[in-house]
């Protein structure tokens, strides 16, 4: 048994030259039978935690706009012969044109705009009341407009979305020109657009936005174009005010009972109004 203490020690004396071969100097409170293990994994990033990115989407919603717009419009009406029915008994009413123009009018309309990542969509639908009227030649034009748009875009360079959709336009114009009796009409159409949309975030505050599209190609309405030109504050996290500039317009050519009717209608003016922003 007086060999088994010469073990012990050259066991101690080898596992001292291991270590000092290999540069390793224990500390008093390490163990050479123990490895360190870092059992608590790294933490993962946002993204692969489930989390949602702040900036992958977004949405404002405007759900009081008022819009000051410019009002002018020309039409032309025809012939009509007297009679019920267009019997052609008695005098006919003869047809013309004229055109109006009026001061400030009247428009209110809400919207929504929708993004997620390079994708975007609007939607903004728009209720008037307008009337302008001319002394000579005798012309005095109203209409009732309502109209609601959506557009889908994609963003193709930088801040700049190539656009397409839809405009429901439903008209109520009544028209008094010249010698022709009052006439009243309801045109009723669908016009296919395109356009582009350009967006810049300047500051949590602030952005601004501009769009531009156009359409009809004699599918609903001959012509249909619009700009629209504004800019939102954020005066607290989820609330703001949008301020700008909107233009609108249109030429369509309806058929009443085989007779053509034809308006053209321009609106242009002020924007401004209430934002919610998610």
């Not at 005095?140 to 963003?155: C, E, H, N, T």
């Not at 609330?239 to 242009?268: A, E, S």
Request: hydrophobic share 40%; net charge neutral; charged share 15%.
């Amino acid at each position: 048994m007086k060999t088994f203490p010469k073990v012990i020690l050259s066991i101690v004396l080898a596992q001292m030259a291991t270590a000092q071969l290999f540069g390793y100097t224990p500390g008093p409170e390490s163990d050479t039978a123990s490895v360190a293990i870092d059992a608590e994994p790294a933490a993962l990033p946002n993204s692969q935690a489930g989390q949602k990115d702040p900036k992958k989407w977004s949405m404002d919603i405007y759900p009081i706009l008022a819009w000051l717009p410019i009002f002018g419009a020309s039409v032309n009406v025809p012939a009509l012969p007297a009679g019920p029915g267009g019997s052609g008994e008695g005098s006919s009413f003869p047809g013309g044109s004229g055109t109006a123009s009026s001061s400030f009018n009247g428009a209110a309309f809400v919207g929504l705009s929708f993004r997620y990542d390079k994708w975007m969509a609007d939607f903004t639908g728009l209720w008037a009341g307008l009337s302008a009227e001319r002394t000579l030649p005798n012309a005095s034009i109203s209409a009732q407009v309502a109209f609601g748009d959506l557009l889908v875009g994609r963003q193709i360079y930088r801040h700049i979305a190539l656009t397409g959709g839809f405009r429901h336009l439903g008209l109520r114009v009544t028209a008094d020109v010249g010698d022709s009796r009052e006439r009243t009409w309801k045109p009723d159409v669908w016009d296919p657009l395109i356009g582009l949309t350009w967006r810049d975030q300047f500051s949590s505050k602030w952005s601004a936005q501009v769009s531009v599209d156009g359409g009809g190609f004699g599918v609903g309405s001959d012509v249909d174009i619009s700009a629209r030109a504004h800019a939102d504050w954020k005066f607290a996290r989820h609330f703001g005010l949008m301020m700008g500039y909107g233009v609108l317009h249109f030429q369509n050519t309806d058929n009443v009972l085989g007779r053509p009717y034809g308006t053209k209608q321009t609106l242009n003016g002020p924007m401004f109004g209430f934002g919610i922003y998610l």
